[in-house]
């Protein structure tokens, strides 16, 4: 099974849009986990349990794990997911943009050492950056499009023959590059102007959508502007609203509940403005 038919299978067995963030903050931890030599793992396992019910995708970024020398905990989740949960897509958020010899190694890490389903990669080096990820063809290449940062604009808005250049890479990557139907766009929930007009130009693609959750980004506009006809198309990314939903996270061991709430509540509130 690829990537994008996992990804159709997850949105209808689980009837949700809602990608679950895993980005791992060990001083948000609840207290009786910090001095565990696991603690990563032992929280992201509860997370995952919690949510899995409401996920269409898991979304550990990857940052997380290597800044604290926790690849080995990542290698553990991402092998926990294919067995528990073989039938919810792993995304690598990794934001990768080499070329040659040197995305290939990149690639390898992603698809191989982590067995992940899809990679985020980076189009500022043109194709060479994402070709070699196309050469996994059952696994998905998620390009940056239109990110949910406000500095994103410094760049993409650029007009390049009087169009922003984040429509270019939209258009690039829909007509030319997506020739194995394996790429997906990243897009931010907090442009959701710019979230329609990609819609627009890439037909049925799927987009990866952070920015709603803490970054703020309006759940209403995000689905209106991105669903495609059927009210599917978009892996919506809450992280931190979810792993953190509990105020008082130290203090108890029910964190995982609290996420759970909101996980549910994320989910319920994309599918009322799915149809």
């Known amino acids: 099974m690829t990537f994008i038919e996992k990804l159709s299978a997850a949105w209808s067995a689980n009837n949700s849009l809602l990608c679950v963030g895993l980005d791992p903050d060990v001083a948000r931890f609840p207290s009786h986990l910090q001095q565990q030599p696991d603690a990563i793992f032992a929280f992201c396992k509860a997370i995952i349990d919690a949510t899995a ?39 690598m958020d990794a934001k990768r943009g080499d070329i040659g010899a040197t995305a290939e190694q990149y690639a390898r890490e992603a698809f191989e050492r982590y067995g992940a389903d899809a990679v985020t990669v980076s189009p500022y080096m043109g194709f060479d950056s994402v070709a070699p990820y196309l050469e996994w063809k059952d696994r998905g290449a998620i390009v940056l499009c239109r990110t949910s940062n406000a500095g994103g604009s410094d760049l993409q808005f650029l007009k390049v023959d009087g169009v922003p250049l984040y429509q270019h890479v939209a258009r690039l990557v829909a007509d030319k590059w997506n020739t194995n139907g394996q790429c997906a766009l990243v897009v931010g929930a907090t442009f959701p102007q710019e979230l329609a007009q990609v819609r627009s130009i890439i037909g049925d693609m799927p987009l990866l959508v952070p920015g709603v959750g803490a970054q703020g980004g309006d759940i209403e506009a995000t689905v209106k502007a991105g669903k495609t006809a059927n009210g599917m198309g978009m892996m919506i990314n809450s992280s931190r ?8 996270q130290a203090a108890g061991e029910d964190f995982a509940q609290a996420a759970r709430r909101v996980a549910e509540e994320t989910r319920d509130a994309i599918n009322r403005f799915r149809i």
């Open 241 to 248: 609203a979810i792993l953190y939903a509990k105020p008082d």
């Open 53 to 91: 019910a409401t996920a269409c995708a898991f979304k550990p970024q990857i940052a997380y794990f290597s800044a604290l020398r926790a690849e080995d905990q990542l290698e553990a989740i991402c092998e926990y997911l294919r067995k528990n949960y073989p039938h919810i897509p792993i995304v």
